[in-house]
């Protein structure tokens, strides 16, 4: 059955995003940024508050850990959207004809509830696109964990073969899959198009 409405994640599918982006505006030197990266403010430290907990939290931990940061790992808050350099070519402009074209459009986001609404507010031409979006960090739930798509097909309303959903990651698209959602492991906007046209959705060629 052809599904009805899109699902997307937003970092690395509708926008870029990596903590180098902000932080090679603060640290010269190549490898003190690098191990920097490695070893202070990973991706594994801020998936913790993808997962809900809060950066007042987690910096006074990374803090104590290393106290010679500490000016580096507060300012991570202030200008988080400074790692977000902005979209992915062509994605937003497929968003826009999809809505154009009344399709339904949703979004799945591994994300920080405290983070996301100033992003979000950043962006209005994009989100308000959008009839509801599952973020991560105010569900206390991540992909791939099949709970969060469980609660995200019940808010929006629908069956999963009804969806079409968009990730860049392998672990959720293969977790939307097994759920039987439609899903696409995104490497690019013509890949998306493609995907999209072939399920039956009016996007162009």
Do not use: C
């Amino acid at each position: 059955m052809r599904p009805t409405a899109v699902v997307f994640d937003v970092g690395k599918v509708l926008f870029d995003w990596d903590p180098r982006f902000l932080y090679e505006r603060l640290i010269a030197d190549d490898r003190a940024l690098d191990a920097f990266l490695r070893d202070v403010v990973t991706h594994d430290w801020h998936f913790q508050h993808d997962a809900g907990r809060p950066f007042a939290e987690t910096s006074a931990e990374l803090v104590a850990a290393h106290p010679e940061h500490e000016a580096l790992i507060r300012v991570f808050a202030e200008r988080f959207n400074e790692t977000i350099p902005g979209p992915i070519a062509g994605m937003h402009e497929l968003v826009a004809e999809l809505d154009q074209a009344g399709v339904p459009l949703f979004a799945i986001t591994n994300f920080s509830g405290e983070f996301f609404p100033p992003f979000r507010a950043a962006w209005p031409a994009l989100f308000d696109r959008f009839r509801d979006i599952v973020v991560s960090g105010d569900e206390k739930l991540v992909k791939p964990d099949p709970a969060i798509f469980r609660l995200a097909l019940e808010r929006f309303g629908l069956e999963p073969h009804e969806a079409a959903f968009l990730d860049d990651n392998p672990a959720n698209h293969a977790a939307a899959e097994a759920m039987g959602i439609h899903s696409l492991l995104f490497t690019g906007v013509e890949q998306a198009r493609a995907w999209l046209r072939g399920l039956g959705f009016p996007v162009r060629g």
